[in-house]
């Protein structure tokens, strides 16, 4: 079914490692050119058109309008314009951040509004974004409810080219509603970076995924919003699919390092250097974890304790010390493998000085009296043989139950399947009832109100909700 151990001492190569220098967490993406025949105009920003000309362009925004409505549009914009001409700036957009209206959230505006003045003032809101005369951050969009922004931007811009990813979000959701909210992650990136849809890049698509979560939001449509833009011509060069985005594959040697801050930069150079010898010989899953002893555990612990040690030759007291708190890990539990991390360090000594006789003019500045002894590292067999020992006492404990293991997922993920499909079938507010339970599917009326995704609750005897849950994660995560 398809769903969605010795450290042996090496000698040194003849030639100087390659040491690649970091990289950034995204790789460089070049933005696309537009598709020819995409049937839509680059974005005109109107940051620094006159009020006189927003003004005029906000009756064209409505569709087929009455002359009350039109009037009502173009009085909405005006009092945003004349509220936002209060502050300084050569633009909207620096008039709109001097207002301090994207620290204030949901209570952007002037102070003391009432409802109904409010409410005109976020109709305002909306034309002035669909004109593309203010940029808001993330944070503000998220907080803000802004019915129907989303449509009448999408109608005014590029209406073509949304109409398409519209289209390829349908085939590839399933469902109108995730569709809806991916074609609204897209809409949202569009209006806070102002580039057309075509030339929003991975970079784009990693901003607003961090202001999401930032928010304490989830980022469930984003893997959809992805694949649609890939589907009509965006993100070119980039990953089939947003989780292969995220993954960075195999890291340096210089990359590793580099994960942990090391004070002292010719330090870094030599761990460098090492690692980069030592990756010939090892696996990849063994070189990441002996760079984690040697910086995360090792160099860096020593730094943090002894502020400015920039020698590998180190004194009896600093070894001792540090070799004490090895031992125990940060919550005062015994660490299990404080001998590999040992012998690590020790290989890690014995190996520059075997390299200094070798290579001299590049490592005999860094060979050093190793700190740990043979005593030191006299119980790593044991340590090994214990904790093998466990692993098998583990395996011992838990066969019985897998069985019952694999029993309790299966029934999860029936039921999960059976909700899902009833939550599909049933209109908002409706309920339902799956294996004697009763649900009721949340939201309103497509008309009234934007679902984000299949959420239901379940209903006690007295027919209160629980706490909701959303149903396509559930099936997901079951499966």
């Known amino acids: 079914m398809t769903r969605h151990g010795r450290i042996a001492r090496t000698s040194t190569s003849v030639g100087h490692p390659a040491v690649p220098g970091s990289s950034p967490l995204l790789p460089p993406s070049t933005p696309p050119a537009p598709a020819p025949g995409h049937g839509d105009a680059p974005l005109p920003s109107r940051a620094g058109a006159s009020r006189a000309e927003l003004v005029g362009l906000v009756g064209g925004l409505l569709v087929a309008p009455t002359v009350a409505q039109h009037n009502r549009q173009q009085a909405a914009a005006g009092l945003v314009l004349d509220w936002l001409e209060a502050f300084p700036g050569g633009d909207w957009q620096d008039r709109w951040i001097?207002?301090?209206?994207?620290?204030?959230?949901?209570?952007?505006?002037?102070?003391?509004?009432?409802?109904?003045?409010?409410?005109?003032?976020?109709?305002?809101?909306?034309?002035?974004?669909?004109?593309?005369?203010?940029?808001?951050s993330y944070r503000w969009l998220f907080a803000s409810r802004l019915l129907g922004a989303y449509d009448t931007y999408r109608r005014h811009n590029q209406a073509a080219m949304f109409g398409r990813l519209h289209r390829q979000l349908a085939e590839r959701g399933g469902c109108e509603e995730y569709a809806g909210d991916a074609l609204n992650v897209v809409t949202r990136m569009v209006i806070v970076t102002g580039k057309d849809l075509l030339d929003l890049d991975l970079a784009d698509i990693a901003d607003y995924a961090q202001a999401r979560r930032a928010g304490g939001r989830p980022v469930a449509s984003l893997p959809l919003a992805y694949q649609g833009l890939r589907a009509v011509g965006a993100l070119t060069g980039a990953p089939a699919t947003l989780a292969q985005s995220r993954c960075l594959g195999r890291l340096t040697p210089a990359e590793l390092v580099d994960r942990h801050p090391v004070a002292d930069r010719a330090v870094r150079d030599v761990l460098v250097h090492y690692l980069t010898e030592r990756a010939a010989v090892l696996d990849y899953g063994s070189l990441v974890n002996q760079a984690h002893m040697l910086v995360a555990l090792f160099w860096t612990d020593l730094e943090r304790h002894h502020p400015g040690i920039s020698s590998l030759n180190l004194p009896d007291d600093v070894a001792q010390a540090w070799k004490q708190r090895i031992h125990v890990l940060h919550d005062g539990r015994p660490r299990l493998n404080c001998h590999a991390v040992l012998l690590a360090v020790r290989c890690f000594y014995l190996d520059l000085q075997q390299w200094s006789l070798d290579d001299p003019a590049r490592w005999a500045r860094w060979a050093a009296p190793c700190p740990i002894r043979e005593v030191d590292v006299r119980g790593y067999t044991k340590e090994a043989r214990l904790r093998q020992a466990r692993m098998q006492q583990r395996t011992r404990t838990l066969a019985p139950v897998l069985p019952q293991l694999v029993a309790a997922a299966e029934e999860r993920a029936r039921l999960s399947r059976l909700v899902l499909q009833a939550t599909r079938a049933a209109a908002p507010g409706e309920q339902f009832t799956v294996e004697e339970i009763r649900y009721r599917r949340t939201g309103r009326d497509h008309r009234h109100w934007r679902p984000t995704a299949l959420f239901v609750a379940t209903l006690d005897d007295h027919g209160d909700p629980g706490p909701r849950f959303d149903a396509e994660r559930e099936e997901d995560n079951a499966f």
């Open 98 to 136: 001097l207002s301090g209206s994207e620290e204030a959230g949901s209570g952007w505006g002037p102070s003391g509004l009432s409802p109904g003045r409010r409410a005109r003032f976020t109709a305002g809101m909306c034309a002035l974004l669909a004109l593309r005369a203010v940029r808001p």
